[in-house]
T-cell receptor, first 115, second 112 residues
Framework: AQSVAQPEDQVNVAEGNPLTVKCTYS??????LFWYVQYPNRGLQFLLK??????LVKGSYGFEAEFNKSQTSFHLKKPSALVSDSALYFC?????????????FGAGTRLFVKA | DAGVIQSPRHEVTEMGQEVTLRCKPI?????LFWYRQTMMRGLELLIY????????DSGMPEDRFSAKMPNASFSTLKIQPSEPRDSAVYFC??????????FGPGTRLTVT
């Protein structure tokens, strides 16, 4: 069965410091992994994805994520946080071509960036 | 592209009334998803379509909920009769072949 875990309900970081939002997954076959961000009163917005290739993927707004197959993780990172990065972040996973069609979303991690 | 369009943006109705939520996916996308988001339960997948065909409706809470996709550019989610516990934000999302999903702005439903 597919699953995704975001172990932290909330992450607090000071502006200018690096940030990490954690995500681990379980899936049949090769994983397709995604990060989304949700600002207040808005729909989820796609940030980045890993399908194949380079383990480090770069996305919107300076975010990046590293796929680690041995640890089944796909942590979201940013070298220098901004107050405007404060939002709710979702990790999502689906199985690859043999893993079925359903995308599973994590419970979300709320990021607070303090000025 | 206008993105995923949902209507209405807000809906307030009384218990027992029928509610219909509408969605226009991004042109060219072949997958469509309906989600419900609440503080208590987070983001829940209700149903998804591929090429206008329902693939998995296991997330639909009960028979009061139904969804249709009569063509590639339109989908509806209907609740009949509505109950206060249906109050939530309902999102529609679309994608190409179930890669990254693009979400609409949501419909905030309040059932009194």
């Amino acid at each position: 069965a597919q699953s995704v875990a975001q172990p932290e309900d909330q992450v607090n970081v000071a502006e200018g410091n690096p940030l990490t939002v954690k995500c681990t997954y379980s899936v049949s076959g090769n994983p397709y992994l995604f990060w989304y961000v949700q600002y207040p009163n808005r729909g989820l917005q796609f940030l980045l994805k890993y399908i194949t290739g380079d383990n480090l993927v770069k996305g919107s707004y300076g975010f990046e994520a590293e796929f680690n197959k041995s640890q089944t993780s796909f942590h979201l990172k940013k070298p220098s946080a901004l107050v405007s990065d404060s939002a709710l972040y979702f990790c999502a996973v689906r199985g690859g071509n043999t893993g079925g069609f359903k995308t599973i979303f994590g419970a979300g991690t709320r990021l607070f960036v303090k000025a | 592209d206008a993105g995923v369009i949902q209507s209405p943006r807000h809906e307030v109705t009384e218990m027992g009334q029928e509610v219909t939520l509408r969605c226009k996916p991004i042109s060219g996308h072949n997958s469509l998803f309906w989600y419900r988001q609440t503080m208590m339960r987070g983001l829940e997948l209700l149903i998804y379509f591929n090429n206008n065909v329902p693939i998995d409706d296991s997330g639909m809470p009960e028979d009061r909920f139904s969804a249709k996709m009569p063509n590639a550019s339109f989908s509806t989610l209907k609740i009949q009769p509505s109950e206060p516990r249906d109050s939530a934000v309902y999102f529609c999302a679309s994608s190409w072949d179930n890669y990254e999903q693009y979400f609409g702005p949501g419909t905030r439903l309040t059932v009194t």
